[in-house]
């Protein structure tokens, strides 16, 4: 059964770079029948969209983001991450980690338990 | 705000039939396939229907979905106390070239 793991810290300061990373384990990682995407949800609001990513590396970003996205692949190590640079407050939500069907049926499962990152000083 | 509309919250009794509502545009739901979610509160989203209609192994058939032109539906019959969440729909969207959500239904069983 496939499994996802966000892992990386739960605090980060206004202006620095918050970074996560999504372990994958129980199934294939490397495929083109799936991407991997991350997605944020702050506190009593809905889901948001941050970037995706396939195994091989091709990554696409929410526009509203872009600037502030980097996410890359590690398939040595089934994991895909995500770095926020310059973050504020705003950015405080946790953040989940799916994986998702490609070949345009675009549906999330399974998700990971999610982490909670806090931006404050 | 949503690129997806879904209205914030819906209630019923146990036992009844409550139905979940997204709408969209041709730029989204009236072009590609809808997915649900349930989300209990402090756990991560459960992927509930997949391509407009399909269930994944291991959700009841209490759950059913459709689709017609720019809105999708999301149906639970038999409603129990345990089917109170939040409810997504999800899918993809042309202008954003990435997924987009509805805001969210808060369902409470009566």
């Known amino acids: 059964q496939l499994q996802l793991q966000e892992s990386g810290p739960g605090l980060v300061m206004p202006s620095q770079t918050l970074s996560l990373t999504c372990t994958v384990s129980?199934?294939?990682?490397?495929?083109?029948?799936?991407?991997w995407i991350w997605v944020r949800q702050p506190a009593g609001k809905g889901l948001e969209w941050i970037g995706r990513?396939?195994?091989?590396?091709?990554?696409a970003y929410n526009p509203s983001l872009k600037s502030r996205i980097t996410m890359s692949v590690d398939t040595s190590k089934n994991q895909f991450s995500l770095k926020l640079s310059s973050v504020t407050a705003a950015d405080t939500a946790v953040y989940y980690c799916?994986?998702?069907?490609?070949?345009?049926?675009?549906?999330?499962?399974?998700w990971g338990r999610g982490t909670l990152v806090t931006v404050s000083s | 705000q949503s690129v997806l509309t879904q209205p914030p919250s819906v209630s019923a009794a146990p036992g009844q039939k409550v139905t979940i509502s997204c709408s969209g545009s041709?730029?989204?739901?009236?072009?590609?396939?809808v997915s649900w979610y349930q989300q209990v509160p402090g756990t991560a989203p459960r992927l509930l229907i997949y391509?407009?209609?399909e269930r994944p192994s291991g959700i009841p058939d209490r759950f059913s979905g459709s689709k017609s032109d720019t809105s999708a539906t999301l149906d639970i019959t038999g409603l129990q106390t345990g089917d109170e969440a939040h409810y997504y729909c999800?899918?993809?969207?042309?202008?954003?070239?990435?997924?987009?959500f509805g805001g969210g239904t808060k369902l409470t069983v009566l």
């Open positions: 799916a994986r998702v069907s490609a070949a345009g049926h675009n549906w999330f499962d399974p």
């Open positions: 129980g199934g294939s990682f490397s495929t083109n029948d799936y991407y």
């Open positions: 990513i396939y195994s091989r590396g091709s990554s």
């Open positions: 041709n730029s989204n739901i009236g072009t590609y396939y």
């Open positions: 391509d407009d209609h």
């Open positions: 999800g899918t993809w969207d042309t202008t954003l070239s990435g997924p987009v």
